[in-house]
């Protein structure tokens, strides 16, 4: 069996560790975020950990600091479910008047 390059094995590493944060987030708070929106919110998460352990006198844990951050201090944007956010979603039966429904 050869011995894989040097270049193949750095590869690997940093796309297994750029997914480790995505997976990472998910377990932590329940999120299933993007791969940017996990790599810009992976820093200030854990300044978050150590921001509340600080306060507290004592270590919070990631998962305490994740859902805290993700609860109150950056909620995640809701994803648009209906038409990639370009209009309201269909109005439900009930929703319209007693004219209009059909």
């Not at 921001?51 to 270590?59: I, T, V």
């Not at 994740?66 to 209906?82: K, L, V």
């Amino acid at each position: 069996m050869p011995t894989p390059s040097l270049s193949y094995l750095i590869v690997e590493a940093v796309r297994r560790y750029s997914s480790s944060r995505r997976r990472a987030v998910r377990k932590l708070a329940g999120l299933s975020l993007s791969e940017p929106e996990a790599r810009r919110a992976w820093p200030r998460l854990l300044e978050h950990k150590w921001y509340l352990s600080e306060r507290l006198g004592r270590d919070v844990g990631l998962r305490v600091a994740a859902i805290d951050y993700f609860e109150n201090i950056e909620p995640p944007r809701p994803r648009a479910a209906y038409g990639g956010g370009l209009g309201l979603p269909p109005k439900l039966p009930m929703m319209l008047r007693f004219g209009e429904r059909a």
